[in-house]
């Protein structure tokens, strides 16, 4: 019973940041201005979730290299 009462709490929690998400009009949408430094971290993790994602093997092979035994190397 305790578990059904705070589902039921969290639910209209989480309902109420879909609503404010998706059904309300935004207050106000300006551009939220970045350093540089943030620009360059974010570009770069891209570029390197993109390649990971379209060239797994030599990650996969390294992760397979770390796994073996200290005998087997």
Known sequence: ?????????SLYFYARVVVAM??????????VPMALGVRTALVVSAVFT???GLYPQPFIRMAQYALLPLGGR
């Open 1 to 9: 019973m305790i578990a059904v009462v705070n589902s039921t709490i």
């Open 22 to 31: 998706y059904m309300r009009e935004p207050e106000h949408a300006e551009r």
């Open 50 to 52: 993109l390649g990971i």
